[in-house]
């Protein structure tokens, strides 16, 4: 049985994360190096204050993510297969081999910031949850306008869909939605319009900085969600992730992609288990776990006795 380590992005993040990861000596590793890099201490890369900040909740994500991935690889419970929603691609990257941490943490680092620059303020993302795509893109379209634009920006499941742009147009498609049968409308933690047009800027300086970096094969299956496909060119993973700001995720796609190349445990890395439970759906006939503040021998011991039947 295939496993698949799936990567949260950003709405997950809290306060402890870091300190809430196993006491590893994999775990510990990678923090170090995480300090040796950014020049600031564990302690002080996850406080409220800290993940104010689009710069430093991105980077402690991949560092979370990292983390529990080679904590998992260093007792003998490796993956097969990486998916990553959003900054979680860059964890999925590493995790699969492509990419090395340090490489990962600059390149996050440069995210972030593009990111937050191009949108200081006034932005931002929303859950849609209980209306299909197809009944609320008409609501997107009547709203969205240069000045007020709003996009629809991640497929999370099949009624369970993320927009982004400003946030008075956002409010604005939140009431039409609700009035045509939404459950909900729930502000999303981020604070810039991810995975829509409007980072289109960013992303491109961005593939400009990834030039510089070297990256190689994936040694584990990597299934991007912007495309909803296995990649296994450096070059075109490399395009992945810095465009990815800017283009739609297709998560549900990727999910019923990795459930259709035989995976059927997937496990999430901290923190939380927004992804165990958009999985849950897909994978009725498998397992699907997040590690979050679980016990590892727990974890390890399930990952084990999935991959070797």
Request: aromatic share 4%; charged share 15%; proline share 6%.
């Amino acid at each position: 049985m295939q496993v698949l380590i799936t990567f949260p992005g950003q709405g997950t993040q809290r306060p402890g994360m870091l300190r809430d990861l196993p006491g590893d000596p994999a775990v510990v590793s990678v923090l170090a190096e995480a300090e040796e890099v950014l020049q600031v201490p564990v302690a002080e890369m996850d406080t409220p204050e800290r993940l104010q900040s689009t710069v430093w909740t991105q980077l402690c994500l991949l560092t979370s993510g990292v983390a529990m991935a080679r904590c998992l690889a260093a007792h003998d419970a490796r993956a097969d297969a990486v998916a990553g929603l959003s900054i979680g691609a860059y964890a999925a990257a590493v995790t699969a081999g492509v990419l090395s941490f340090a490489d990962a943490l600059r390149l996050v680092r440069l995210r972030g910031e593009l990111m937050a620059q191009a949108y200081p303020g006034g932005y931002g993302m929303t859950a849609i949850l209980g209306l299909d795509c197809t009944r609320l893109a008409p609501l997107v379209a009547q709203v969205c306008s240069p000045q007020r634009p709003v996009y629809l920006a991640n497929f999370n499941a099949p009624t369970q869909t993320v927009i982004a742009g400003s946030e008075a147009a956002m409010t604005e498609v939140s009431a039409l939605a609700l009035a045509a049968g939404a459950q909900a409308a729930k502000p999303v933690a981020i604070h810039v319009p991810s995975h829509c047009p409007l980072l289109n800027g960013a992303a491109q300086a961005l593939q400009r900085a990834m030039q510089g970096v070297v990256l190689t094969r994936p040694a584990a299956r990597y299934f991007s969600a912007s495309k909803a496909r296995e990649l296994r060119d450096p070059g075109q993973i490399a395009d992945d992730l810095a465009l990815n700001m800017a283009t739609p995720v297709r998560w549900h796609e990727t999910m019923l992609l990795a459930h259709a190349n035989g995976a059927r445990l997937v496990v999430e890395a901290p923190p939380g288990d927004v992804l165990t439970r958009l999985a849950q759906p897909v994978f009725t006939d498998g397992v699907t776990l997040a590690c979050d503040r679980a016990r590892l021998d727990s974890i390890v011991a399930i990952v084990k006795r999935h991959a070797a039947n």
